[in-house]
T-cell receptor, first 114, second 114 residues
């Protein structure tokens, strides 16, 4: 069964800390994505990557950075966590050629910033 | 500027009846529309999609209808089951690009009562 695995399901961090969220997929997908989900706002795209070492800003990239050193791994970095970054973070992937553009999501990482 | 909107935050239906979830969009260049289902503490799972050149797609109990002139799509679930209780997200694909970005609506929480 194909999988997108997010290493941390629940994290609690303090304001100002550096936070790493890791995502690994075993489907050999080229494209990977980071979204955040907030009540009433749906899923909003933070960053995406369509190849190793390539990255593109999504709709809300401020306060975040990403790293894609290997095809299967896409990391989201919060350089200095703030309380407004408390959210559910969702990683997703898809192959480059996907007719209906179906993304496969991980289980999510619930981050609380105190 | 919300390109994909789900104006009903919640919907409650009786088991066995029809559930109708609605979604509106503004960008006429969207080429695919998708519905995802999300249970608490899990990632979204793909449910059904429709190409912009179709007006209906059916998969078992789930049917998606697309009205391009009204820029409106709907998901019908017949018959509804208690296990269908979840948050449903409508999503749209921004053209047939390699990036595979999906733009999501705010979500509708469906409750199916036994």
């Amino acid at each position: 069964d194909v999988k997108v695995t997010q290493s941390s399901r629940y994290l609690v961090k303090r304001t100002g800390e550096k936070v790493f969220l890791e995502c690994v997929q075993d489907m050999d997908h080229e494209n990977m994505f980071w979204y955040r989900q907030d009540p009433g706002l749906g899923l909003r795209l933070i960053y995406f990557s369509y190849d190793v070492k390539m990255k593109e800003k999504g709709d809300i990239p401020e306060g975040y950075s990403v790293s894609r050193e290997k095809k299967e791994r896409f990391s989201l970095i919060l350089e200095s966590a703030s309380t407004n970054q408390t959210s559910m973070y969702l990683c997703a992937s898809r192959p480059r050629s996907s007719g209906a553009n179906v993304l496969t999501f991980g289980a999510g990482s619930r981050l609380t910033v105190l | 500027d919300q390109q994909v909107k789900q104006n009903s935050p919640s919907l409650s239906v009786q088991e066995g009846r029809i559930s109708i979830l609605n979604c509106d969009y503004t960008n006429s260049m969207f080429d695919y529309f998708l519905w995802y289902k999300k249970y608490p503490a899990e990632g979204p799972t793909f449910l059904i999609s429709i190409s912009s050149i179709k007006d209906k797609n059916e998969d078992g109990r789930f049917t998606v209808f697309l009205n391009k002139s009204a820029k409106h799509l709907s998901l019908h679930i017949v018959p509804s089951q208690p296990g269908d209780s979840a948050v449903y997200f409508c999503a749209a694909s921004e053209g047939s690009s390699n990036t595979g970005k999906l733009i999501f609506g705010q979500g509708t929480t469906l409750q199916v009562k036994p």
